[in-house]
């Protein structure tokens, strides 16, 4: 293996590890936000005892537990499969993180197609809860799988379509490009002023996006797959231990994940006014992260806010509301574009 080879896999080795480190190191923290304010909004202490008076320490406690629980493997299941799917869900949200841009130089890889890779690495996601549901041998399970892929397959639909409508306005796939793009001035009277595509014509498709993503999580109220009163644990149901936990380190580093995209898409990502390159190197990752905890305390908000929807009034949403609306908004922007 020659010199430039070696320094390849070293710089994809790092840059892993560094990605790795920091969905582990968000989801604790996302985690313990979510207890403590979904208590708070119902009039409740919740985590008070694990690390002190605030309860800190709660997320860390319960991850121990986890780990001290029997690894259970049913005996009819597809046992290859059964292992796998807890992984597959946990990688493709790890995978995201690649081309998310912290900064004009701080990106693990910079992507020409980005926004294409994105939807394209979603989209694993859906296959190992499949993989779950179909592979557990139990009835509830396969309901949950089910459900799950009928959802996120009506959901995918907006979330590409809002994505389209940023890309035409943008005119690259680039994640970085996009940011430039948000981040290029634009002449408003005698004044030049940058602003983010969310106040430039894109706040119908950050709506569907929004929408899209917490359908695509399968969080409240679009929690059909899982469903507690319907289901049991849907597709969890048979699942125990470390493997429980990466779902729910999954499903958490899947909401960072689209949190962060919402900052890149929308809302201008790393981007500072009158900043210069070198300081939005330094400080691009504290705005992109502001900015994506802004999106993140949206969904632990709705969670307690909102009832679970029935299955057709997820799918009358999808097909009847959010897709025709998102065409529609995709033609107007494309039509701006062209004139304008």
């Known amino acids: 293996m020659d010199l430039t080879t070696g320094y390849f ?3 994809t080795l ?16 996302v985690i313990y936000a979510e207890v403590k304010l979904m208590a708070h909004m119902q009039n409740r202490v919740g985590p008070y005892y694990a690390g002190g008076r605030f309860g800190w320490a709660q997320p860390i406690a319960d991850g121990l537990k986890f780990v001290q629980k029997e690894d259970l493997v049913p005996r009819e299941a597809d046992s290859a499969v059964f292992r796998t799917a807890p ?18 130089g701080v990106v693990a890889r910079d992507l020409d197609l980005g926004a294409f890779y994105l939807l394209a690495i979603s989209s694993i996601g859906t296959l190992g809860v499949l993989m779950a549901g179909w592979s557990s041998a139990n009835k509830y399970s396969l309901v949950g799988g089910l459900r799950a ?18 890309v035409i306005q943008a005119g690259t796939m680039s994640l970085n490009g996009i940011v430039e793009a948000q981040g290029a001035p634009l002449q408003i009277g005698s004044i030049q002023v940058s602003l983010p595509y969310i106040l430039t ?7 569907i996006f929004l929408i899209a993503m917490v359908a695509e999580l399968s969080r409240i109220p679009f929690d059909m797959p899982i469903a507690e009163s319907e289901l049991t644990m849907g597709y969890l149901t048979e699942y125990s231990s470390v493997r429980f936990s990466m779902f729910f380190l999954g499903e958490y580093a899947s909401l960072i994940a689209f949190s962060l995209v919402v900052a890149t898409l929308f809302l201008g990502g790393y981007y500072v ?12 990752p504290l705005v992109v992260f502001a900015k994506g905890a802004l999106i993140v305390f949206f969904a632990l908000w709705i ?6 929807l029935r299955e057709d009034q997820l799918q009358t949403m999808a097909w009847r509301w959010l897709i025709p609306i998102a065409l529609v908004n995709v033609m107007v922007i494309s039509f701006f574009k062209v004139v304008i």
């Open 9 to 11: 896999w070293l710089d």
């Open 14 to 29: 790092i840059k892993v590890a560094v990605v790795l480190g920091l969905v582990m190191g968000l989801a604790l923290p």
């Open 87 to 104: 992984y597959v869900v946990i990688m493709a949200a790890v995978a995201t993180f690649v081309v998310i841009p912290f900064g004009p």
């Open 149 to 166: 892929a009928a959802q996120l397959i009506a959901y995918e639909l907006p979330l590409l379509l809002a994505v389209l409508a940023v």
């Open 201 to 207: 014509g894109q706040i119908v498709s950050f709506v």
């Open 273 to 284: 006014p009158w900043v210069s390159e070198a300081w939005l190197n330094a400080i691009g």
């Open 303 to 308: 969670r307690s806010t909102f009832p679970r």
